[in-house]
């Protein structure tokens, strides 16, 4: 079966101009610069080979990148810009079910002593925030689990 041939990254100056400002920006993400790169080379006419040699990727984070641009290009910058064409695609999976306020009030809560809630302990468990969590309606079910990871990654 014969290789797909890549499809050809056209970019207005503007776009060149702009992706290289981004690469050279210090206060830039890693990932958006090295995809700001692999667009440039493209646009330059390297072949996905190179591309890949020159930035050690693999062919198929430049085919992505390649073909994602592609597809956007043509869309005006002020319909999109040139970060958000760089972005990563939506993740899927289902929505957060809690929000980011309940995440507020629920490490609120985790700062506070358990004392205050009339709770017999000096330091929360798992299952006594979660338990704190529901008897404040903060969210409708919980894990004590749950509530644990929620805690550790705050």
Known sequence: MPIP?????????????GLEKLVKRHQV??????????VLAAGE?????????????????VRLWRNRWVK???LSLNDLSLEERLQDAPRPGAPAKIT???RCQ???????????SERPISEWSAREIADEILKRKIVPEISARHAARLLKRG
């Open 106 to 116: 629920i490490e609120a809560l985790a700062c506070e002593q358990p004392e205050h």
């Open 5 to 17: 041939k890549a499809q050809t990254v056209k970019l207005s100056d503007a776009e060149r101009q």
């Open 45 to 61: 006419g390297l072949k996905n080979k190179e591309i890949v040699a020159k930035y050690a990727v693999t062919a198929d984070t």
């Open 100 to 102: 980011a306020d309940q």
């Open 72 to 74: 956007l290009q043509d």
């Open 29 to 38: 993400g890693q990932q958006t610069a090295l995809r700001a790169r692999i």
